[in-house]
Nanobody, 124 residues
Framework: QVQLVESGGGSVQAGGSLRLSCAASGVIYSTYCMGWFRQAPGKEREGVARIWTGGGIPYYADSVKGRFTISQDNAKNTLYLYMNSLKPEDTAIYFC?????????????????WGQGTQVTVSS
C-alpha cells in the first residue's frame, strides 16, 4: 500500500522560498513516477513537476520552470519540491502523487496515489 505524506507548506511573501517534502512508503523505486500537483481555489488541479524514481530528466510546468526544482532522496524515501521566487499565483494546495510507470505524458488522472496536501500561501 502506497502512502504519501506532505509537509513544509506555509505562508511567505512574494520572492520568498519554501521546501515541500513528501514522505513515501510502499513505493518501489525505479517503477513509479512521482509528482507534485497543485490546486488553487476555483481552479482545476494542475501538474507542477514530476520525476521518475529511477532517475532521468524531470518535467516542469512552464509556469514554474527556472523557479521550482523537484528532487528525490531514495535512501530517505522522500520527494522534495524546492520553490524559489514565489509569486502570489503560486498560492494553492500542493499535493504529492505517485503513478506506476514512467513520467512521459502523464496527466493528473494517471496518478493513483495522493497525499493529503499542504497549503502554500504567497502574499504580495
Amino acid at each position: 500500500q502506497v502512502q504519501l505524506v506532505e509537509s513544509g507548506g506555509g505562508s511567505v511573501q512574494a520572492g520568498g522560498s519554501l521546501r515541500l517534502s513528501c514522505a513515501a512508503s510502499g513505493v518501489i523505486y525505479s517503477t513509479y513516477c512521482m509528482g507534485w500537483f497543485r490546486q488553487a481555489p476555483g481552479k482545476e488541479r494542475e501538474g507542477v513537476a514530476r520525476i521518475w524514481t529511477g532517475g532521468g530528466i524531470p518535467y516542469y510546468a512552464d509556469s514554474v520552470k527556472g523557479r521550482f526544482t523537484i528532487s528525490q532522496d531514495n535512501a530517505k524515501n522522500t520527494l522534495y519540491l524546492y520553490m524559489n521566487s514565489l509569486k502570489p499565483e503560486d498560492t494553492a494546495i500542493y499535493f504529492c502523487a505517485a503513478a506506476i510507470g514512467g513520467c512521459y505524458g502523464r496527466s493528473p488522472n494517471d496518478f493513483r496515489y495522493w497525499g493529503q496536501g499542504t497549503q502554500v500561501t504567497v502574499s504580495s
